[in-house]
Structures are given as structure tokens and as C-alpha cells.
């Protein structure tokens, strides 16, 4: 059963103080509708990816809410967490649903409100994302623990911090022309370094920040019909890992990404090296080393240096790697964040992106919860 | 591609003051393999249902969390939340992984922890199954919503409190034989109405207890091959439906369970009766004759005077229903319900449970979320 992204939508990611996590969704979901040409009636299913909707908002059975709150009828409506990966597994979800043939069209929905609520608890919630009996009770957060992975990425492959903060500078570069971002200004490699101190070796710039925002796709076993190319899913896959940092062999490297990657290459049928345009997740600079890495996009050890080189930027790599700004200045909306990378990869296999990879065909999008917890890889192409 | 049930198990329901929600579930998931014979190693995907995890305990990525702690490969791992009917959702995903062919084992769990947590807090935690910006605000809690269904059964259809304080009577009698459940004591009609009043008419023995506990179920495609009947999964389905009273048409019928219901008799090419046994979700004791009623069990508006007459219990109906119990015995940690239901409807199956519906070849579980904001209904069948 051949599955396509029909349409999708996000709203504007940063602050949202008007809004809350089920409106947000819906704000979402009704633009990705309306941009497939699909009515509310004719939706066989929805999956709502979310982190903190009940921690901080006290709000669960999200998804039939979100359900009502379309209009939809009494389709299934499902809740997914995964930390920051929950809009990857809601859409992984949604495709398996037209996969296996019990829907026609299914909408998948990440969202998340996180700036109507005090800092001090956000950075708790943030920190659910962890083992609270092992990792939470040594009061490490997240930005300590990515700290750490650059840490052991310098240590182990010479990676540097000039090198980890060309990330930012790159993302940023890209991120200035996407109209729905948080962050559009430019950075230079010293401002990175120069920025306030918060886990070492990462400064503020390093760190991608706390938002509120939805995105939405609709993904349809109908070829669509409309007059820009389709955009086929190829692949759609999710794996685990460790959850904990007690649990973790190798610091530099996800195992819950390579397993997720292995998976959807050999799903799709095609090698990294057929990729022209990826969005990664890119939490903190040194993530984004960390993903090429795993992802076979640039070779182990190596992809500090070949990102400073401009190995996945516009006009110089083969390949683009996060065309939107990625988290670093899209912002990271928790939930939402993963159908926000499949907005983007679907618009530029469309060939209708802010700042558009000449002739992409071949897209993927990587989504990473926890430490590590969870990862999904999707595989878009132009059909 | 059919589906079978190749083991269940669960923790003892109660008080588990030793655990937390992440061992509940690893203890259920390992019995539950154990039971089909399955080594960890061969599970492809797991899904776990919980509610209040982040809630009451600051711990997400409970999937993954699950995963390592049953020492399972990097299979995708994935939290379904639908308040009460979580684990109905967490095993439709396991059957649908299998279905589509991206499983040929699957776990699903169930889990919560709520004897921990003050009860003030559990109070507040159980209201997220509820719209807060609606029904919420208003300060209305669960036995409050039962209460006015309770009231409007009594209003269109005349049943009486004797009649909903017989369900009580039912179950109480049928929890006896169950040594999982929390309750194994016998009550009266009378015992029922002198109990302490908690929302009118309901009084304490017509709620179902705040419980901790965990249960699970492995599905495979391939036939069990143990001396026991091989139990098929013949559907799983379910539907969503208004999540906040202002939103209900009708408080004496919840279109999720409708709608969810239709669709699995279809699936599995049956009627409603051809059932010998089911377990339903009797939350509150009027739930049951809500749910006999929107289930097709027993005729609209009938079903108080008709359980009072023993038509759902052994020796005297056609069909049992809670055979196990129920929740109001077995008692209702929230996230693992919907599992222990399937735990007992695999028993009769088998011809195995703790006391026997003689002759059941088709048994059903129906598992309901927040006000109605979600239903799954599974029919099993000995294969």
C-alpha cells in the first residue's frame, strides 16, 4: 500500500501565550487539512504527538479533544509520547494506519504549549524525558547531558568547539528565510562561543529553545492530485535505546538512530548517499554532529570538521541538512517538532520551500526523544 | 493476516506501595512473556498504556524505560495514553503491528501506579481524563459525571438504585473466585445503599477503588502451539467520542462504545449474540448498564431490571458479564484495565479462568476513557 503526504501546516513556533496545547493542535491540524483539500468528515483516524500536555497543563485524553475539536467523527484518536520524538511516532502511526488498511486518511498532529508555564518547571518537565530514578535523581538536565556528548565527541575525534558552534551558525544561516521560525537572525562562530555559559562546553546559541507550536500532516493512501508533485512516504520507522545515561555505552552515538535509520533505508531501498535534503534533530549543536554521524550522512568522527567545511549547506554539499533552520532556530516546540521536519521535506520535494535544494527527490526526516529513548527516521520521495 | 493471543498475565491489583509504574509493567510484560513462551529477544515492538505516569510521577519515555527493563532489542517502543482505556489502545496498536506485517510479536501493557501519590493529588490527576477548560473548571469529578448519568438512566428509563446497586451485588460475587482482584468480599443491595454517599445516588460501593497494578498480552501472527485452545484476536477496534459534557448529546449512552462496538461485530462477522462472556467497564456499577446497553447486550433502557434478574451471570444468563469481576472487584488501576480484561477473556477462552464460563468460544472487552472520550472494543475468539 503506497502511502503520500497530502498536505501539512504548522503554525509559528516560539510564543504562543494565547493559545493552548489543544487549540494549537487544532490550528495545526485545520490548516493541514484545508492544504490537502480534505474534509474533517473524511478523516478515518488521528494521532496526537505531545510531551507535556498533562505534566504541565493537567490535560490528558488529548486526542479526542483535538478530535472534537475538528469536527472529526468518532474515529480513533490516539495519544503517543515520546518525549521529543511523539510527532515522529504520531505520524508513524498515522501511515501504519493506511497501511494496514483501516484508514483512507489519517492526520497526524505534534503540538506543545511550554512557554505559558514557569521556566523552573518547564526545566522539570523537560527532565521527565529521563530516568527520574537513575539520571533525574543525580539532577542532571539536558542541556548537562548533551554537554557531555560533546564532551566525549572532542574527546574521542578532535571534534571542536569552533566546529560544533559552525551548527549554529549554519542553521541559523538557513533559518533567516523560514517565515514561521523562532530564531531569524544571523550568528558568527564567536558570538556562539561568546554566548552565556550553560552546560560545558554548550553556550546559549548551542542550545535549541523552550517554544510553544503545532504541525500537522495528512497522509493518504490516494495519490493526491494536486498540481505540485506528490510526496510519497517511503519510510516511516521508529526504534528505542537507551533511556538512561547509566545505560549508554558510547556517549557519541544513538543507537535508537542508527537502528531507526538501518530500518527505513532498507525499507525505501535507498543508501544515504541518495539524500539531497534532510532535517535533523539538531536539540543542541552537538547533536546535529552526533545524527549525521549515525545517520551515514558523513562518516564517523568526521562531521564536525565537514559541517564547518560546508558539507551540508545550500551552493557548496550535495546535501542540505536542515534547510529550515532546524531546531536551533525553528525552535523546539517538544511534541511538535517532528512534523515540523516533515513540513519542511515535504515543501521541498514540492519544490515550494522558503529557500529551496534545487531538484530534491529524496528527503528524511530524524526525530530523537530522551537521551536517546526513542528515535524515528522517515524517507519522503517525489513520486 | 490473523492475529492470536499467545499469553497474559498481571500483577495482583491493590495497593503495590514497593513499586513504581515502570516495574509494574516490567513485572506483567516478563509474566506475560513467560506465559507464551516467548524470549524477550523475539518481541518486535511493545506498547504501553498508562495515564498518570507524568502526572503523578515525573517519569516519561515510559515505552523505552519498559523496553530496557524487559531487556528487549531497540524495537520501537511507544506510549498510547486514553485515560481509562489506555491499555485497550496500547493492545489495538500490538494487533495492528501485527496486522500490517511490521510484527510478528507484540506486546502491549498496561500500568499505573496511583496508592503512592496523596489522594488529593490522585483526584486532580484522575480529572485530566476530562476537558479542563470545560467540565474541568466547574470542579466536576468522576463520580460526579457517573453520578448525573446515574440520574439520567433513572430520569428516561425509570431503573432503579436497586437495580444499579445489583451490579455491585454481581460483581462483588463474581470477584470472589479472582485472586488477583482488590475486592473478594460479597455485599448486599443493602450494604451498597448504606454505604457512604459519594455522588448522588451513587455511594462508595458503586465506585470502582483507586488501585496500582499492571497488565499485559503478547500477540503474534502465528498460532500458539500450547496444549491450551489458541485464542484469535477477531477485532480491535476503537472509536473516539465528546470528551466534555457540555459536548454530550445524551448522558445515557457513550457513542465511543457505540461506534466501537459496530465496528468490531463487523470485523469479526458476528452479533452481539453470539458472545458467551464479557468484560466491560464498569468504572461506576451504572456504567455497566450503560455499557449492556450501548454494547447491544442487553435492550436500551432494560438493562437494570435485567441484570437484577441474573441475565448476566453464571447459571442463569446466556451471557456473563465481568465474569472476573470487574472493576468495581478487580479494581482499576487506570492504565492497566483495558489489558486485565483480555487477561480474563483469554482465561475463558481457554477454559482456564478462576471460575469458568462453560462452553465460551467468543468473549469481548470493552475499555472506556475519560467521560467517553475514548472506547476500544476487542473480540476474542477460540480459534
Chains 1, 2 share one sequence.
Do not use: W
Not at 20 to 49: K, M, S
Not at 318 to 343: E, F, M, Y
Amino acid at each position: 500500500m503506497n502511502v503520500y503526504v497530502a498536505g501539512t501546516a504548522m503554525t509559528t513556533f516560539g510564543r504562543h501565550p494565547e493559545a493552548n496545547t489543544v487549540e494549537l493542535a487544532v490550528e495545526a491540524g485545520r490548516a493541514a487539512l484545508e492544504e490537502a483539500g480534505v474534509q474533517p468528515e473524511d478523516v478515518d483516524t488521528v494521532y496526537v504527538g505531545n510531551f507535556l500536555g498533562q505534566s504541565l497543563h493537567h490535560q490528558g485524553v488529548l486526542a479526542s479533544l483535538v478530535a472534537r475539536g475538528l469536527g472529526l467523527p468518532f474515529v480513533p484518536a490516539t495519544a503517543v509520547e515520546g518525549a521529543c520524538a511523539s510527532a515522529g511516532i504520531a505520524l508513524r502511526h498515522a501511515v501504519m494506519s493506511c497501511r494496514v488498511g483501516d484508514a483512507r486518511v489519517a492526520l497526524a498532529i505534534g503540538t506543545e504549549q511550554l512557554t505559558a508555564s514557569p521556566v523552573p518547571e518547564v526545566t522539570r518537565g523537560l527532565a521527565e524525558a529521563m530516568d527520574r530514578e537513575t539520571d533525574g535523581a543525580t539532577g542532571l538536565t539536558f542541556p548537562g547531558f548533551f554537554g557531555l556528548v560533546a564532551q566525549a565527541h572532542e574527546t574521542r575525534y578532535g571534534t571542536t568547539r569552533e566546529q560544533t558552534a559552525s551548527v549554529v551558525v549554519k542553521n541559523r544561516r538557513h533559518g533567516r528565510h523560514n517565515p514561521l521560525a523562532m530564531f531569524r537572525e544571523e550568528v558568527t562562530v564567536d558570538d556562539v562561543l561568546g554566548s552565556r555559559p550553560i552546560a560545558d562546553p554548550l553556550r546559549l546559541y548551542d542550545c535549541s529553545p523552550i517554544s510553544d507550536g503545532a504541525a500537522a500532516a495528512v497522509v493518504t493512501v490516494d495519490r493526491p492530485t494536486t498540481a505540485q508533485s506528490a510526496v510519497e512516504v517511503l519510510a516511516c520507522e521508529q526504534a528505542s535505546g537507551p533511556a538512561s545515561i547509566s545505560d549508554i555505552e558510547d556517549l557519541t552515538s544513538f543507537p535508537a538512530t542508527t537502528s531507526a535509520s538501518t530500518c527505513a533505508y532498507a525499507r525505501a531501498g535507498i543508501t544515504a548517499a541518495d539524500l539531497q535534503v534532510v532535517e535533523l534533530h539538531d536539540c543542541f549543536s552537538v547533536a546535529e554532529i552526533v545524527d549525521c554521524e549515525d545517520l551515514g550522512l558523513l562518516p564517523r568522527g568526521e562531521a564536525g570538521a565537514a559541517i564547518t567545511d560546508g558539507a551540508t549547506t545550500f551552493d557548496v554539499g550535495k546535501l542540505v541538512v536542515n534547510p529550515s533552520g532546524g531546531l536551533l532556530s525553528r525552535g523546539h516546540p517538544v511534541g511538535a517538532t517532528g512534523l515540523a521536519q516533515i513540513h519542511e521535506i515535504t515543501a521541498q520535494l514540492r519544490g515550494t520551500a522558503a529557500q529551496q535544494v534545487e531538484g530534491a527527490e529524496l528527503g528524511m526526516a530524524h526525530n530523537l526523544g530522551g537521551c536517546g529513548a526513542s528515535a524515528t527516521v522517515t524517507i519522503l520521495g517525489r513520486a
